[in-house]
């Protein structure tokens, strides 16, 4: 019987639909794994489509050939070492499940099928698949073999390996508490799990506490990049044994795929369930759902050292944040095949942090993939570059050659602009290395006005009855220019709106929300001014650095960014975006307690009095404020339906097709108004 093992757990960049891609990324992960002594090799949930396929999932043709593509893959690997792979997999009677086979050399030891599905947040996976049975085997023609499918237990040269597919961890009753009744040495777990801050964490907990309650290897490995266009997976590789972690991965690497391997021990864990008070029936061993082959793995070497127990390091949450929305940007911009993007630079908190991590995505990558394979992608989004001087180092480098090509950005000022804003937004241009632009907007504003005056001559416009009016078209007229920039250099169009404010509809349709991509979408704007000053104080460390003289790249122009109050710039006297709505952290809350614990005004009232708010502010001032970010959350659901595609890092979200979905048309919630305004007068306020 095996005692020691070699497994890998990997993180695959897939895109979705591109089967050839995605299997030659995963051999070339899986070879170069067994290179350094795998045995086991666990790739992601759905590698072999991509998990973000949507409703091409439907396309039977499409599920129809991947079984051939999995057998061929088999084909290409090594004897006595084994890989699992995740694609969705429909039977024979028309049902499509989410599934996971381990392969060795010429075989398909069978399937296992995923048995809870994501139903919650961004997740809709009960739309596509179906969840299996728990305990129930099948047998299937998979590409003209019959093998066993279902909930499965392998036995391979005495190590009993099971799996938990995602979601399958997340849940109480977890498929682990069978895999310990069949003696299970390894849990493999495929994931597609996306960034979100604090999940990494989360998911430790039930990594480290599976290994320990099922005395087992537990080992998970996540999907890489931005997938499908919203989300960004971070390729979070663990490996646990006996209640320890005992390998943990770099999160959000630029590179194809990640490998992360650990050497364990499989006897600790044997007598460990050996010893357990659980009383286990000789029979639950041995049932129809443990599949014992006559495979073997490689002679093992004793003297191999162990992996030894590590701790989880805390997350620094601003540079999670950047990392994750620069690698969601790189990857736009390669898989769509575009050179490069443009944005309307005000000089504001939103609009820099969007430039500065376009910056980042330039700079991770080009370190991540090496200068020459860095040049070979980016001539395959139509740009192409002059070679590095040799006296110039890599960060003049990508500021004077590269980023000029890759940005174009276009300060826009109004009348109502100011110098500060002019000369924050030169600033950074300049020191990220931009193309930068500059032209005043104020005569098309000016001829948009005289040509509504025109229809109403004897009611001209005014500030006093026409405030929104008169700001909305600054906003408006500032998108055709960009737009025309963008398409003239065939770049992607970046719109700035943030989470919060696009929650409560505090932005401009076709203003600032125009665009392609919207990267800081997913982003509070507490969190926003946050990172901008991260950005200036600490600046994003570079993972693995081999380019740049400081493994962190700081941005001293935020400076100038970070001492401005947000504002729009759009009224004549002075405006302040915390004065048109509420204090940020304030709106951030609500939001929150709103979008992921669904509570109802009242209960959010309630909430706030509770909270540290409460020491700062009169509750007849909370209440005012609840009842504004309902009033505006309840009447702009029109506005999120067309917000442009987002990165979700936030717990929650503003897109309504993949996250929160509220009625475009509503009572406004005028029953929960009513109950919160029956609550306020019972206890005195108005």
């Not at 392998?154 to 799996?163: E, K, L, M, S, Y």
């Not at 969601?328 to 911009?333: A, E, V, Y």
């Not at 000089?347 to 200068?371: H, T």
Request: proline fraction near 4%; glycine fraction near 6%; include cysteine.
């Amino acid at each position: 019987m095996r005692k020691i093992l070699n497994i890998a757990a990997v993180a695959v960049n897939t895109t979705p639909l591109d089967t050839d891609n995605n299997l030659e990324l995963i051999y070339q992960a899986y070879q170069k794994a067994v290179d350094n002594g795998a045995d086991l090799v666990l790739t992601p949930e759905l590698a072999v489509t991509g998990y973000g396929m949507e409703d091409m999932f439907y396309v039977s043709e499409l599920m129809h050939e991947v079984p051939v593509l999995i057998r061929k893959l088999s084909s290409r690997l090594t004897e006595n070492t084994y890989l699992a792979v995740g694609f969705p997999y429909l039977v024979d009677g028309g049902q499509l499940y989410n599934a996971v086979a381990l392969l060795t050399k010429d075989r398909v030891l069978g399937v296992v099928f995923k048995q809870h599905l994501a139903r919650s947040g961004i997740h809709y996976e009960p739309r596509w698949f179906n969840p299996w049975t728990a305990g129930s085997r099948i047998e299937v023609d998979f590409a003209g073999d019959r093998v066993p499918a279902g909930d499965l237990v392998f036995v391979v040269d005495g190590v009993r390996i099971g799996f938990e597919i995602c979601e399958d961890s997340w849940v109480a009753d977890r498929p682990g508490r069978s895999l310990y009744r069949r003696n299970t040495d390894v849990i493999l777990n495929p994931s597609a799990s996306h960034f979100a801050i604090g999940k990494q964490q989360e998911r430790s907990h039930f990594i480290i506490e599976g290994s320990r309650t099922f005395g087992t290897v537990y080992v998970y490995a996540n999907l890489l990049g931005c997938e499908a266009g919203r989300a960004v997976y971070d390729g979070d590789c663990m490996i646990a044994s006996g209640g320890r972690l005992v390998a943990v991965g770099e999160r959000l690497s630029f590179t194809p795929y990640r490998i992360l391997m650990a050497t364990c021990d499989l006897r600790p864990n044997r007598n460990q369930r050996a010893q357990s008070s659980m009383l286990l029936d000789v029979k639950d061993a041995y049932t129809d759902d443990v599949i014992f082959t006559e495979c073997k793995f490689k002679p093992e070497n004793d003297a191999t050292p162990v992996s030894a127990p590590i701790e989880l390091k805390p997350e620094n949450e601003e540079e999670a944040v950047t990392r994750t929305v620069a690698l969601g940007l790189w990857d736009w911009l390669r898989k769509t095949h575009t050179g490069g993007y443009a944005l309307s630079l005000s000089g504001g908190a939103d609009s820099a942090l969007c430039a500065a991590m376009v910056y980042y995505a330039m700079a991770e990558a080009m370190n991540a993939n090496g200068p020459d394979n860095f040049l070979k992608i980016m001539a395959g989004c139509g740009l192409r570059f002059a070679a590095k001087g040799d006296k110039q180092s890599y960060e003049d480098y990508l500021r004077e050659t590269i980023m000029p090509k890759v940005l174009v950005t276009l300060y826009q000022g109004s009348q109502y602009s100011g110098d500060v804003t002019f000369n924050a937004a030169k600033g950074l241009a300049e020191e990220i290395g931009a193309s930068h632009y500059h032209w005043s907007i104020a005569n098309l504003v000016d001829e948009y006005v005289r040509l509504a005056n025109s229809l109403t001559p004897e009611k001209p416009m005014t500030w006093e009855t026409d405030d929104l009016a008169l700001q909305n078209i600054q906003a408006r007229v500032r998108s055709p220019g960009i737009w025309l920039l963008a398409n003239r250099e065939n770049k992607l169009l970046i719109a700035t709106s943030n989470l919060s404010e696009a929650s409560v509809g505090y932005c401009t349709m076709d203003g600032d929300t125009s665009g392609v991509i919207s990267p800081i979408g997913g982003i509070s704007k507490s969190r926003v001014l946050k990172i901008n000053r991260y950005i200036m104080n600490e600046g994003l460390v570079i993972l693995e650095n081999t380019l740049y003289h400081s493994d962190k790249l700081k941005l001293a122009s935020m400076a100038a960014i970070v001492a401005q109050a947000p504002t729009a710039e759009l009224r004549p006297v002075e405006q302040t975006d915390e004065g048109d709505l509420m204090p940020y952290p304030l709106l951030d809350e609500i939001r929150s307690l709103t979008q992921t614990g669904n509570l109802t005004p009242k209960e959010v009232f309630i909430e706030l009095c509770r909270s540290s708010f409460a020491e700062n502010m009169s509750r007849q001032t909370l209440l005012n404020y609840v009842r504004r970010y309902y009033r505006l959350y309840t009447r702009n659901q029109w506005k999120r339906e067309r917000i442009a595609a987002a990165f979700h890092i936030e717990r929650d979200s503003a897109d309504p097709k993949t996250f929160r979905r509220f009625p475009i048309l509503s009572s406004a919630l005028s029953r929960e108004i009513a109950a919160l305004n029956t609550y306020a007068a019972g206890i005195g306020l108005e």
